[in-house]
Structures are given as structure tokens and as C-alpha cells.
């Protein structure tokens, strides 16, 4: 690429993207006009809308709109700092205590995206002595998490177990393993076998961490996720 810091993979993307645009197909960053719901106003045209991640419906609901509203009443529009020092507020807490209370664990820490989730659990508690061994279709921060905290990756085949086993067999290069699914997978929308999976970890000692991005508020009765979905949630 000569007298450029651009990796060749990525100008080759940008002109692919540079094109999409030209032919009126550029598919990010496009201008909601109001609401996100089931139907949106894009160009001044009411489109479906077949891309969102508010599952619940909960953009736009009343109850939501009004409880913002009084929030930001009481506490502004900011906190004015990092939640380490000054930017925890008592709704976080709140909010906090009550998703460990849904869940049923010990505790809960809020983030601002699930990205930043993943990135934190991997960094935080993997070094590059451990080794994580990761669905082919997780998502791309959670491979992102692994480089950044130079922590060994195997991959196997999505939701397939003896694929799985094998890598678990594969004698550790690492002091622990951690495995990781997600819940439902963004993509396609299969749903992880939660139970195989458990099982797999108990056997060969292993840690197991389950992205719940696209599961939690939807899977199981009551929305607690794919662990009720499947019974296990005890």
C-alpha cells in the first residue's frame, strides 16, 4: 500500500464499502428518521424494520419514556465521570442488584455495550498462561477480548460438541480453560446446547462463560435466559 498506515485487507474492504455506496446499497450507518420500532421512517419512507436489537419492544414504551424523562430530571444527562471515581450514581447500584436478583447470582456490573462486557470478563480474568476455546461463530469481540489480552485461542465447530471434545482433549497449553458460547448466536439465531455444554466443562475441569447478548430477556419463561430455556437455571 506504499506510504499508508492502512492494512491491504482493510483499503480492500473500504473500496468494496466505497462501491455499495455508489450503487445505493451502503449498508451502516443508515439515518433513522424518529423511533426504532417494528417499523422505522428512513428517507422519509416507512420501511420494516428487520435489524434491531430491541427485542422487547421497549424503545418508544411509555412507561420507559416516562421514567427517562424523570431521570434525567433528577440526575442530568451525564454523570460527569468514569464509574470508578465519580460517575456511579445510586440507579446503577439499583440496576445492578436487581439484574443479580434476576439472574440469581451474587452480583452484577453493568457496561455501556456488551462489547466493552466482553472485552472487561476476558482481560480481567485470563492471562496469556490460559487458553480459551471459542465457538466459530462467537462474536467478534469476544476473539478481539482474546487478542488484546494475548490469551491462546482454539475454535471449534459451532454447537458441535465432539468438535469441542476434541479441542479439550488437545492437552492443555494453557494453566486454565475457559469456554465460550453465546446464548442465542446473532447470525443465525441457534440456540447454544447449554447442557452438552455444561457437561463438557465439568468433565475436563474447565471455566464456561456464555455471551447472553441475544438470550437474556427472551429465552426461558420468565426471560432469565438460556440457562431457564434449558432447566438449569438453579
Not at 1 to 12: E, R, S, Y
Not at 184 to 198: E, R
Not at 202 to 218: N, P, Q
Request: charged content about 20%.
Amino acid at each position: 500500500m506504499g506510504n499508508t498506515l492502512l492494512h491491504p485487507d482493510a483499503a480492500t474492504m473500504f473500496k468494496l464499502l466505497d462501491r455499495a455506496s455508489q450503487m445505493g446499497v451502503y449498508p451502516y450507518q443508515i439515518p433513522l428518521e424518529g423511533k426504532s420500532g417494528a417499523r422505522v421512517q428512513i428517507g422519509g419512507r416507512s420501511v420494516l424494520m428487520l435489524s434491531s436489537y430491541d427485542y422487547l419492544g421497549l424503545i418508544g414504551h411509555p412507561d420507559v419514556d416516562a421514567s427517562a424523562v424523570e431521570a434525567i430530571k433528577k440526575y442530568g444527562t451525564g454523570t460527569g465521570g468514569v464509574r470508578l471515581l465519580t460517575g456511579t450514581n445510586d440507579l446503577h447500584h439499583q440496576l445492578e442488584r436487581q439484574l443479580a436478583d434476576f439472574k440469581g447470582t451474587p452480583a452484577a456490573v453493568s457496561f455501556t455495550t456488551g462489547y466493552l462486557a466482553n472485552l472487561a470478563v476476558i482481560s480481567a480474568l485470563l492471562t496469556r498462561n490460559d487458553r480459551v476455546i471459542l465457538d466459530a461463530l462467537a462474536h467478534r469481540s469476544l476473539i478481539d477480548a482474546c487478542e488484546l489480552a494475548h490469551v491462546p485461542i482454539r475454535r471449534f465447530r459451532h454447537n458441535d460438541m465432539d468438535s469441542l471434545r476434541q479441542k479439550l482433549d488437545t492437552r492443555p497449553f494453557g494453566r486454565r480453560t475457559l469456554i465460550v458460547a453465546e446464548g442465542v448466536y446473532s447470525m443465525d439465531g441457534d440456540i447454544c446446547p447449554l447442557p452438552a455444554l455444561v457437561a463438557l466443562k465439568k468433565k475436563y475441569g474447565a471455566f464456561l462463560m456464555i455471551d447472553e447478548s441475544h438470550s437474556f430477556g427472551v429465552l426461558g419463561a420468565t426471560g432469565r435466559g438460556v440457562d431457564e430455556h434449558f432447566g438449569l437455571a438453579s
